[in-house]
């Protein structure tokens, strides 16, 4: 049984209600923050007689600033070894980029606060290792934000996007959310 759910008549209803879609081509997840809307896949079934949707990421806000990605990129580059965390908050005039207080290590990084909002963007690095979201992100990404990895490979830093929406994906071009992020990393796409 399908929850809070609605049934889509028409390619013209494009302003969705959070909640699921049912479609002719599958069941969506409509997801609406203040920064973002996004229409995320969530299980593939043909029902004839409906329209099909199409997975959708549309940023309401302006892109997080170059200064901003700059910053984030230069700390990135000072511990290249380890793996890092940022999180980033829209407020209302512009994008507030927290590093939080961090237990570090090549392979991981905890948050040692609590923040408490969730933020609208969280970015970590994967310090020597390619940018690719592992088996614990995707176990710990149950919230609805944009999330990001950064990595590094043959030297060159790399960069994979997506929303998360309560344990389902979809991933974004990284430049959708980044301003000039292109000039910094190589844009990955997932497989």
Same mark, same amino acid.
């Given at each position: 049984m399908l929850l809070n759910h609605s049934i889509v008549k028409s390619e013209l209803a494009q302003d969705f209600s959070p909640g699921y879609l049912w479609a002719g081509n599958g069941i969506f997840r409509s997801v609406s923050r203040t920064e973002f809307n !996004?229409?995320?896949?969530?299980s593939l079934v043909t029902t004839p007689g409906l329209t099909k949707l199409s997975p959708n990421f549309e940023l309401l806000v302006p892109q997080v600033p170059q200064d901003k990605v700059k910053g984030i990129i230069d700390r990135i580059n000072q511990y290249p070894n380890l793996e890092q965390l940022f999180y980033l908050y829209w407020r209302g005039a512009g994008w507030e980029v927290i590093c939080p207080e961090q237990e570090c290590t090549p392979t991981s990084c905890i948050s040692l606060e609590q923040h408490p909002e969730p933020a609208a963007i969280?970015?970590?690095?994967?310090?020597?290792?390619? !940018?690719?979201?592992?088996?614990?992100?995707?176990?710990?990404?149950?919230?609805?934000?944009?999330s990001t990895v950064i990595g590094r490979s043959k030297g060159q830093l790399e960069i994979v996007s997506r929303v998360c929406a309560h344990g389902l994906f979809l991933d974004v071009a990284s430049d959708q959310v980044y301003q000039n992020i292109n000039s910094y990393c190589r844009h990955v796409i997932p497989f």
């Open positions: !996004a229409t995320i896949a969530h969280e970015i970590h690095s994967h310090g020597s290792m390619g !940018a690719f979201f592992s088996s614990t992100d995707n176990r710990e990404e149950n919230g609805c934000r944009i």
